[in-house]
């Protein structure tokens, strides 16, 4: 496969440099990577002149924010998004869009835009980030190196590395959490004005972000705590808890935790047949594989990355989900096992 790094330096500079008065749009992921990729984006765009806005997306609402920018753009530039999106990116193309995508989830369908930046090794920020390497007006790279940690993507990255060369890893992880937590809290226009100001102010000068973080670390402590209390356990691989009332970006978090306290490989939890899974303890579990299989079984979809990911589900069949997503992990546990 070759070093990531070297595949996408500077694979975005000439497909920028030659844009003169099109309007741009970047649409990114909410959380940590997203925001990150927005700012590398935004910064070398401002540089570069151009006329452009950034827009934030979960992935489940992508088709639905690119049909309403699309016709207000000329070139749609996703991040953290789209490798999975083969209609929407058709749609915006149809529409007279140019599509590029910047993205490191895994490709499942035939997506076909004009410029992809693609690799599943490193996260999208720090694609972003050598992708445009040569028109970075400022170093960039704490703002990647917090990515590929929230991101769970340091075994590949070069960004991190460089960044815990130079300083201490408590400064770099924390600011990295508190930007985390502190999006859990934020809206579009809260996140738009956090990537613009990030390239240019450090994290520890941002009192917004310390205040939004305490309150989602506060929010959080309280939905782990219940967590516990509704955790239950299949075929003593899967822990799961069911929680219908909780804020989108806490079901990652969930999930682990009750893997972590159930003391099973996988934790999965539960919001309105939306599904979130990660591995935490069993190396060779594919747990998008394993969602992707069991959701299709009772009407539903999933993917992501192997030790993280989703997907949704009827609300009805939740339950059967579940305990076909536990028989799903145990073949592969027990898989693993006969090979060696
Ligand atoms: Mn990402």
């Known amino acids: 496969m070759g070093d990531p790094v070297e595949k996408v330096r500077n694979a975005l500079v000439p497909h920028l440099e030659e844009l003169e008065d099109e309007r741009v749009a970047v649409v990114a992921d909410i959380d940590v990577d997203g925001l990150a990729s927005a700012a590398i ?11 452009f806005v950034l827009y934030f997306s979960p992935p ?26 083969r209609d929407a990116v058709q749609d915006a193309r149809s529409e007279g869009c140019r599509v590029f995508i910047v993205d490191h989830h895994q490709v499942l369908e035939d997506v076909r835009p004009d410029v992809f930046v693609h690799d599943t090794r490193l996260c999208a920020a720090e694609l972003c980030y050598w992708a445009t390497l040569d028109l970075h007006e400022r170093d960039l790279k704490l703002l990647a190196a917090y990515a590929a940690f929230t991101d769970y993507a340091e075994e590949h990255s070069r960004v991190l590395d460089e960044v815990l060369r130079r300083y201490d890893r408590r400064k770099v992880y924390t600011e990295a959490s508190l930007l985390d937590y502190a999006l859990v809290k934020m809206d579009g226009d809260d996140r738009r004005e ?32 219940r967590a516990r209390e509704v955790a239950k356990c299949l075929e003593e691989v899967v822990a799961y808890a069911i929680m219908d009332d909780i804020h989108p ?6 999930a682990s935790h009750v893997a972590g306290v159930m003391g099973t490989p996988v ?17 060779g579990i594919n747990v998008a594989k394993a ?16 030790p993280a990911a989703g997907g949704v589900v009827p609300e009805s069949r939740v339950d059967e989900f579940l305990r076909l997503l536990a028989g799903e992990i145990k073949r592969q546990i027990e898989g693993r096992t006969s090979d060696e």
């Open 41 to 51: 984006l935004g910064h070398v765009l401002q540089g570069l002149d151009l006329d």
């Open 249 to 254: 970006a806490m079901t990652g978090r969930v």
């Open 194 to 225: 956090l990537a613009l100001k990030l390239p240019e102010t450090a994290v520890p000068e941002l009192d917004e972000v310390y205040e939004l973080a305490r309150e989602a670390m506060l929010e959080e402590h309280e939905v782990l705590q």
């Open 267 to 283: 934790g999965v939890c539960v919001r309105r047949g939306k599904v979130s899974a990660r591995v935490v303890d069993g190396e």
């Open 60 to 85: 489940a609402n992508f088709t639905e924010v690119v049909s309403g920018i699309a016709p207000e753009c000329d070139v749609l530039i996703a991040a953290d998004l789209g490798s999975t999106a």
């Open 291 to 306: 969602i992707r299989r069991a959701a299709e079984k009772v009407g539903g979809k999933g993917g992501g990355h192997a």
